[in-house]
């Protein structure tokens, strides 16, 4: 299965999260990138559970939708998988080897790096750098899934009428899409450590980068489902209803300081924890900047209560900032999307490659 794919110009970046569908495709302006088509498709409840695919049909239709809404007409796509469910591991190999020999290596050797046989994944890599200590060594990067992670994600696909071109990892997406917010952070990026706070519906992912390269990866089980199931408790409302009023508005008045304010706390909780984790386990190493991204990223005044609480400079994600759009995209609708399409974003842009 090669997930690191060749080039293949405008791919649909498909993020299939716990609470959307997120669609992306990007075309190019010159050296500008450009939003050709994009649409987030809210999906049922129960069709991704702790990232893995519990309703295929369901997710097939609201692929579909997301495709109607977006008017595209590509038919090829990028998706991924969460880190949680991939190995990676970065090797060192004969930089003399054609690719073919390094695959045929691998095979050989992969029970070395792999705790299950290889008949239950799917395994790719590529070439990263030359060695830094040895230049006749180049470090490659393996990636490996267990088969079902990745063919339930082709197969969704295939469902929705889409060709599977990619299979990628969150983490690297998120890692791709990167390089577009470096104008948001207040000083240069390329010698910082930034942490991308990705607060979904179920799972925060935090993934830090050291020189824009993805160093650390940490989920836990954090997310805007708690606030919707707190709405839902508190003003007697059905989950979807409460899921609609979060996003337009027209609760009560109480609500920003009795359930709005202690979760704005709590998700300012679990970020501080996941730094210090990081913290602890990488030689106290500090962050430079917090970027936060994902559909709670959005609320109003999240990124000046992050940057307060914990003293370091926060900015929302906005992938967006320098692209043109196309003449069927809204301005607004994508602006208020922008933190939550990172992923998709980062998928998008691997037509580029």
Not at 171 to 188: I, P, R, T, Y
Request: glycine letters at 6%; a negative charge; one cysteine or more.
């Amino acid at each position: 299965m090669k997930w690191f794919n060749r080039k293949r110009d405008h791919l649909l970046g498909i993020d299939i999260s716990t609470a959307a569908i997120k669609l992306l495709e990007l075309g190019k302006v010159g050296a500008r990138y450009k939003v050709e088509s994009y649409a987030v498709a809210p999906l049922a409840q129960d069709a991704v559970i702790d990232n893995n695919i519990s309703n295929a049909e369901m997710i097939a239709d609201t692929i579909k939708l997301a495709l109607k809404q977006s008017g595209s007409r590509t038919r090829h796509a990028c998706v991924a998988i969460a880190g949680s469910s991939v190995m990676t591991k970065t090797i060192m190999m004969s930089a003399h080897l054609s690719e073919d020999e390094m695959e045929e290596q691998i095979m050989v050797e992969a029970d070395q790096y792999i705790p299950y046989s290889l008949d239950e994944v799917r395994l790719d890599f590529e070439v990263q750098s030359v060695n830094e200590s040895n230049p006749d060594m180049v470090d490659v990067l393996l990636a490996a899934s267990r088969r079902e992670n990745v063919d339930e994600r082709v197969e969704v696909l295939e469902m929705a009428g889409l060709t599977a071109s990619i299979v990628d990892v969150e983490a690297f997406a998120m890692e791709n899409a990167f390089v577009l917010l470096k104008e948001q952070l207040a000083e240069s990026s390329d010698d910082q450590t930034i942490a991308i706070a990705d607060i979904g519906a179920s799972i925060t992912t935090l993934n830090v980068l050291h020189e824009g390269h993805a160093i650390y990866t940490r989920e836990q089980g954090f997310g805007g489902k708690q606030l919707t199931e707190e709405i839902q408790r508190r003003y007697g409302l059905s989950y979807e209803e409460a899921g609609l009023a979060k996003r337009h508005g027209g609760l009560p008045d109480n609500y920003s300081n009795d359930v709005l304010g202690p979760f704005k706390r709590a998700l300012v909780q679990q970020v501080s924890r996941s730094l210090q984790f990081f913290s602890s386990s990488n030689a106290n190493r500090s962050i430079d900047s917090v970027v936060l991204a994902g559909g709670c990223a959005s609320i109003v005044g999240i990124d000046k209560l992050v940057e307060q609480e914990l003293g370091i400079p926060a900015v929302i994600a906005n992938p967006f900032i320098n692209m043109a759009l196309s003449h069927k995209i809204k301005p607004q609708s994508l602006s208020n999307d922008a933190p939550a399409m990172m992923i998709a974003c980062g998928l998008a842009l691997r037509g580029f490659d």
